[in-house]
């Protein structure tokens, strides 16, 4: 569907992201959770060298391993708990199932958009939007691995929405 045309069906449903970002969340929670637990795994190899007289490198190597693992399912799980919504009042994220958050940018706060798209979005036809608002605090909203022709729609309609509202200033 080309830019353009990005029709919000539903404007009150929540848009979940692809799936083909999961394995993206997968990896960058893996890297994430892997260097946790190779420090914990530094502290526990030294620890069992000490009492047990096992190799040191093991407790290093279990904890990149199981750090790897959990980030890897945790990430999984993360985006799955993703949603975004563009409405008339404006765009809006939702993330989280624990410790949840919703963030409302109305139209009228929007500064300016940014599509980012790295080297692995863009193998994946995914991308990075980003909303600047005025502000101080949360001054921008990101939505991660968003397919990238919805990222661009997204930044267009946006775009369009608050060009009429500074033409009115």
């Known amino acids: 569907m080309p830019a ?27 890297i ?11 502290g526990a190899g030294v620890l069992a060298h000490a009492m047990h007289d096992t190799p040191v490198w093991i407790g290093p190597l279990a ?31 939702r993330k989280g199932q624990l410790w949840q958050s919703e963030t409302h940018v109305p139209t009228t706060r929007v500064q300016h958009l940014d599509v980012k798209r790295g080297p692995l979005e863009r193998a994946r036809d995914l991308a990075t939007l980003v909303v600047h608002t005025a502000g101080t ?13 919805d990222a661009e ?13 500074r033409d009115d200033d």
Do not use: M, N
């Open 63 to 93: 904890g990149i391993v199981l750090g790897a693992l959990f980030g890897a399912r945790l990430g999984g799980r993360r985006h799955g708990y993703y949603r975004w919504k563009l409405d008339e009042d404006g765009f809006a994220v």
């Open 32 to 42: 994430g959770f892997g260097f946790v637990g190779l420090g914990v795994g530094i």
């Open 4 to 30: 353009e045309t990005l029709s919000v069906v539903h404007p009150d449903v929540w848009q979940p992201l692809p799936a083909r970002g999961r394995p993206l969340f997968r990896l960058s929670h893996a």
């Open 137 to 149: 605090q949360q001054h921008s909203v990101s939505l991660p691995c968003l397919d990238a022709q």
């Open 153 to 165: 729609a997204l930044r267009t309609q946006l775009a369009r929405r608050i060009e009429p509202a």
